[in-house]
């Protein structure tokens, strides 16, 4: 992996066979039937702790988004605070419909 501002080498990436590429796909199905089950509120409140986690280590996570991709260090900040934010789509206020009549057992196309 490249810095691409500098072009330093930053880190390494292992090549990763089809059968462990299969078994991360089984790993994350398995995940998404828990979070199916899981009532809006306590998706909510396992979102919160992201966001907690984000801001938390918002100073280290924009040293690697600089040493991974070369973006400035207050880009790189600015984007954190605003993913952990919930600004745009993220945001419940900008869903058009209320969060409590989401539903997981039942699934919707958009």
Not at 14 to 41: H, I, K, N
Not at 78 to 106: F, H, K, M, N, Q
Request: proline share 7%; glycine share 6%.
């Amino acid at each position: 992996m490249d810095n691409p501002a500098t072009g330093a080498v930053v880190g390494e990436v292992p090549d990763t066979s089809a059968a462990e590429a299969a078994q991360a796909v089984e790993r994350a199905r398995r995940a998404q039937r828990g979070w199916a089950e899981l009532d809006t509120r306590a998706r909510a409140e396992f979102l919160a702790r992201g966001r907690r986690w984000l801001l938390a280590h918002r100073e280290e996570i924009a040293d690697l988004v600089v040493e991974e991709n070369g973006k400035a260090r207050e880009d790189a900040v600015v984007e954190i605070v605003y993913c952990a934010s919930g600004s745009g789509p993220a945001r419940p206020s900008c869903w058009p419909w209320p969060p409590e009549s989401l539903d997981s057992s039942t699934p919707r196309r958009r």
